[in-house]
């Protein structure tokens, strides 16, 4: 019963978060994400806040995670560019989430993304605070610098996209930091 409680809160937001430490390797994700959530049932009565929770589960999926930050061969790059597009990555966005680190991804994902909070980020990442803040906000410049340098700006970005989202987080963010 409890394995079914921490997969109804959790489990479709980790297996979005573990297909994108993926990079949209489906089978693997599943895997990381059923993995993280049996053992979070077996360690249920430490995790009895849902937002620790939610951040424990995403540093077992990173710390079980095979490779460490490169998709498993098998998994054609096409199946997986389509599998995170249906989560709003678009191909720019892609490759440069591809170029980064697990580390770089799960900062940026698990921070600006998801929004977790600064202590649940420490956790995730296995850091100290000022470290974490340091690692999201380069991480947040590097992906916006690297995909502006991708993407065509012919065209505006589909307000859908994770482009899209990271700039709206990071205005707000400079927005209330000039007040």
Request: aromatic share 4%; hydrophobic share 45%; net charge positive.
């Amino acid at each position: 019963m409890l394995r079914a409680a921490f997969r109804d809160a959790h489990g479709a937001r980790l297996n979005g978060f573990a297909l994108l430490m993926t990079m949209g390797d489906h089978t693997l994700a599943a895997a990381l994400a059923a993995d993280a959530l049996a053992a979070g049932a077996r360690h249920a009565a430490a995790l009895r806040h849902p937002e620790r929770a939610a951040a424990w589960l995403r540093r077992r999926v990173l710390r079980t995670m095979p490779g460490r930050s490169q998709p498993r061969p098998g998994s054609s790059d096409q199946e997986r560019r389509a599998t995170l597009a249906a989560l709003g990555v678009d191909g720019a966005s892609y490759d440069v989430l591809a170029r980064f680190s697990l580390e770089q991804r799960a900062a940026l994902i698990a921070g600006e993304v998801e929004g977790l909070s600064p202590l649940d980020l420490e956790v995730v990442l296995g850091a100290g605070g000022g470290s974490v803040r340091r690692k999201v906000a380069e991480t947040r410049r590097l992906f916006l610098a690297r995909r502006s340098a991708v993407a065509d700006r012919t065209h505006a970005p589909d307000p859908s996209s994770l482009e899209a989202r990271i700039q709206t987080i990071a205005d707000h963010a400079l927005a209330r930091t000039a007040r």
